[in-house]
């Protein structure tokens, strides 16, 4: 098995129905809309009191199976197992089916008795919408159990497209001008400021960037889009050279991941590619690294099942995806700006939002298996043209 493979073991434990009026909340990813789910749970608590009375709820010996991702929602395979011995004094009464997100949640239920034999069913259910389901298990001594699992659920959305595209294309007029006008777009504040960092002398050799480098304009002219590559050895991703340079040269300190300084830096030299394609090459240097980038993206355990970053954003690109229109996933136009975290944020901090938004767990800021994955995704995007310091959504 590939060494990456449990980084992407889920780290949560499901969360149990009683908490979920306050929890879920907290661990809704971005894409299971907040307020809706907020509205869901009280008709969903609703259900699960007319089941249990107000008996309390017990986590375990309740698996429930679904798949991670569907499409449209409809016939959904659903799969409960309850541990049980199935004897006459100590079985499964009933099974209820709960799905938060559906205007009935309560979605179905099947009563047992011991000559069932086994407290194992399969059936079929409509997801109305990316949500939470649970099964909860009555026992004969009048004990409830519970299991959940989480789905999101795609819905088809305009035309898509087999080309390749930047999720420019995706965005409303308001934001590409956003993007497009210097005047308007805030990541310019970022790349002044660089500018002024840039020129700083620092250190003991009282040297700046500007020192070695002369006018970033021609220095630094195209090269983020040549990132991340190997230099010397090992594999660099742009925010890895400006502090390899940092250390090395001015024996300065290490900046740290969405710092305002290591995002100064890295906006200002990456808009001195604005416009240019991407040009990372496979090639024998970086070939092995490339195949693990492509590996880190390819295999995820998302609770009790699988998903990749090829299921959202090679097979279901164009579809949506609560609310917003699943783009194809490149790293094109960072840092970029983004509307909701109201600040410029790296590529990394992107790639780190779609893993916790499928609980997969999160690659450490400056870790190869971020350079790794940086790298595979740059040369997947190859001939897309530069945008950044982007803006989006
Ligand atoms: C003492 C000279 C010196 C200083 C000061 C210096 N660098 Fe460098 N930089 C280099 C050298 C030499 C390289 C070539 C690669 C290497 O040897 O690491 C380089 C490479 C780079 C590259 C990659 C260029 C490419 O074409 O691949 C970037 C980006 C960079 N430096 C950014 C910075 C930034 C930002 C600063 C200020 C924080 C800085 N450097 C300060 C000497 C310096
Ligand atoms: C469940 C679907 C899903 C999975 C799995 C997923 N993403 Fe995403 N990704 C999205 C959505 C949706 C967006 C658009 C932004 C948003 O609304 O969160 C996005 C945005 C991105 C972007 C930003 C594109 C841009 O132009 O700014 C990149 C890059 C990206 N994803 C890479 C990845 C990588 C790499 C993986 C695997 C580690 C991954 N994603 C896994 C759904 C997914």
Redesign the pocket.
Known sequence: MNKHTNHFISNSRRIFLAGLGKLSLLTAGAWFTPQFAFAKKEDASDATQKITGNAPIKDGRVKLVIPPLVENGNLVVLKVSVDSPMTANDYVKAIHVIAEGNPLPNIFTAYLTPRSGTANITTRVRLADSQTVWAIAQMSDGSFWSGSAETLVTLSAEAQTKQKQSSYELMSSENKAMQDDASLNPAMFWVTDGQA??QEK?GP?N???A???GDVKQ??RG??A??P?M??GKL?T?EG??N???M???K?PQLAYESKELLL?TAL?AMQSKGMQITVQKNTANAAQMNQGEQCGSIKEWGSSTLSCAQCHEDRAGLKLGGSVIPQGHPNAYPIYRLEWQTLGSVQRRLRNCMSGVRAQQFDYGSSEMAQLELFLMWRAKGLLMESPGVRP
Do not use: E, G, P
């Open positions: 960092l840039w620092l050799k040297t700046a960037c020192s070695c480098h220095s630094m090269v983020a040549q990132f590559k230099i010397k660099q742009l050279q400006i390899a340079c940092r090395n040269t001015q300065a830096l030299i």
